[in-house]
């Protein structure tokens, strides 16, 4: 809850009232917990605190029951019983404004990004490529730029790929090696994730950051990812939200530490974004992380234990909520024990034995007080959220989308011409050119069909002739000697006769004329 005097009460501890300095929101935070301890329900009271403040949150949804902060919640015996502890006689039950948005667009609006966008180092940790195969994507991405292929979706991906491929000589000299193997590899991998329907993830219009950014009636507009079905996908989950923090690094402005953040982005199932994750993104992450709060937006991590965010980023989370951890193994007591050893100690109760004996709704919490500085941990009951804890309804949901101002920006797909469009025009025109014979062809390919066939005929007539000639001759010398033969009652003998001579000769010289009008036509041919 938000008012002038509280300021951004989120909890109560026996000292009083627990708040979040304004100031110190956008220096990033932690809700953890086992699972069923609370922490959705705090995520949702942060949440809507800040929105009463007119800061608007982005939130991904695991199972849909943030959805029900779009709606007014109710009286309860819980909230009945616990109202008077946080000093709240008659509270006001509100909702958030909220807008829906889903990557496969069938919860909320779609959120797309280019594959040029995404570029090749958030792409590559999204395909689970070697080093090997992320260096040849690095390649395809740059031989893009320079022949000017906007790389927009996984078909432009797939085409430019195919295009290096063939061209693979061309650029090894420049590159280094480009091997089929290595490209049909990161064919396969593109496979794999549109079979996941990540195609419905890349393409335009992509997103648009500054839609997270607004406000409806002085309150923050609360931007619920649906992320039940992402979750099945790990790498995209992950992936994608990495690429949504960067983009907000990259298009912001620098603010510096102001009244009141101008985003808060919660990021659940925090381990996600560090499994399977190179040294040189962690890195990257640290790094934006550490800088984005000059571009005035607050990142809060939820999971489990505080042991699946890396060191140095955890170091960098200064507002934070622990709720209860179970110590039933060496492990999970090893994990109690570095929470402890997280927070700034209270004289009043051993932190790590207060973590295993908290109870649901209840956590320790730690907020920066207005120089920066980590307060005493407190063993304090979060408050109760104004808007309806649970789910909404299927046609509840259905009617905040179609109220939605901003549908008609992302509700269709748009396919401009781009890498593959280019490419594919450029093929037909190769094609058209060498079917029409303006390509690279020879004399004889170029003339019309009506000059071959002419001499085609030249050359057999020719041929003809010359093989008439001595056939005639042959068949008459034949003729003649048979009927010498017959008027003179001679038998032919064995020997060679004087006709049999004439034959062979006749032959031998009407092979002799064949050959030599072939030869001079074919010469012909290949000088004109």
């Known amino acids: 809850m938000y008012d002038k005097e509280r300021g951004l ?37 942060m949440a809507e605190t800040f929105c009463q403040a007119g800061v608007p949150c982005f939130m991904a949804d695991m199972k849909g029951d943030l959805s029900g902060i779009s709606k007014a919640g109710a009286m309860s015996g819980f909230i009945e019983k616990r109202k008077g502890e946080f000093g709240i006689d008659n509270p006001v039950f509100e909702g958030c404004p909220v807008r829906f948005y889903d990557v496969f667009g069938q919860q ?34 740059r031989i893009a730029d320079e022949k000017g292929l906007l790389i927009l979706d996984l078909k432009d991906l797939r085409s430019v790929l195919d295009y290096v491929s063939k061209h693979a000589k061309e650029y090894t000299t420049k590159y280094g090696n480009i091997s089929s193997a290595t490209v049909g590899a990161i064919q396969r991998s593109l496979l794999q994730l549109e079979n996941q329907g990540a195609n419905q993830f890349f393409g335009e219009p992509s997103f648009d950051i500054h839609d997270l950014l607004q406000t409806e009636g002085g309150k923050g507009v609360m ?26 690094y990259s298009t912001l402005p620098e603010v510096g530490d102001q009244e009141l953040p101008k985003l808060v982005f919660f990021f659940d199932e925090a381990h996600m ?54 110590a039933y193994t060496p492990r999970d007591q090893k994990a109690v024990k570095v929470a402890a050893e997280t927070f700034r100690a209270n004289p009043a109760f051993k932190t790590e034995e207060a973590i295993t004996t908290l109870e649901t ?36 949901r259905r009617d905040i989308m179609n ?17 593959y469009e280019m490419l594919l025009a450029e093929a037909e025109g190769a094609l058209q050119e060498t079917e029409s014979g303006t ?27 010359a093989v008439l000639t001595a056939v005639t001759a042959t068949l008459g010398t034949i003729v003649g000697s048979a009927a010498s033969n017959a008027i003179s009652g001679k038998k032919t003998k064995s020997k060679t006769s004087a006709g049999q001579r004439i034959v062979k000769n006749s032959t031998s010289a009407a092979t002799r004329t064949i050959t030599r009008e072939l030869t001079r036509d074919i010469l012909g041919n290949l000088i004109k």
């Open 439 to 465: 390509g690279k062809q020879t004399p004889a390919e170029k003339e019309s069909p009506k000059a071959a066939s002419s001499k085609k005929g030249g050359l057999l007539s020719k041929v003809g002739k």
């Open 108 to 141: 909320g609006h779609p959120i797309r990004a280019t594959i040029s966008q995404m570029g090749p180092q958030l792409l590559s940790r999204l395909l689970g490529l070697n080093e090997t195969q992320d260096g040849v994507l690095n390649i395809v991405f």
């Open 9 to 45: 009460y989120i909890a109560h501890c026996d000292e009083g009232d627990l708040a979040i300095n304004g100031k110190m929101a956008n220096r990033h935070g932690l809700i953890a917990g086992a699972t069923g301890t609370g922490k959705t329900v705090t995520l949702q009271v």
């Open 273 to 326: 974004l560090f499994e399977d994750t190179s040294k040189a993104l962690v890195d990257k992450i640290e790094q934006v992380i550490r800088l984005i709060r000059s571009k005035g937006v607050g990142i809060y991590f939820i999971s489990q234990l505080p042991t699946d965010i890396p060191d140095n980023i955890l170091g960098q989370l200064g507002n934070r909520v622990q709720h209860a951890l179970r």
């Open 361 to 396: 709704g209840e956590a320790l919490v730690s907020l920066l007080d207005e120089k920066g500085a980590p307060g005493i941990v407190q063993r304090a009951k979060i408050l109760f959220p104004l808007s309806q804890i649970g789910a909404i309804t299927d046609s509840e």
């Open 403 to 419: 109220r939605s101002t901003i549908g008609h920006k992302y509700d269709q797909m748009i396919d401009r011409e781009s890498a």
């Open 223 to 248: 931007s619920v990812l649906a992320a039940d079905r992402l979750m099945l996908q790990p790498k995209l989950y992950s992936t994608f939200l990495l690429w949504l923090i960067s983009e907000l």
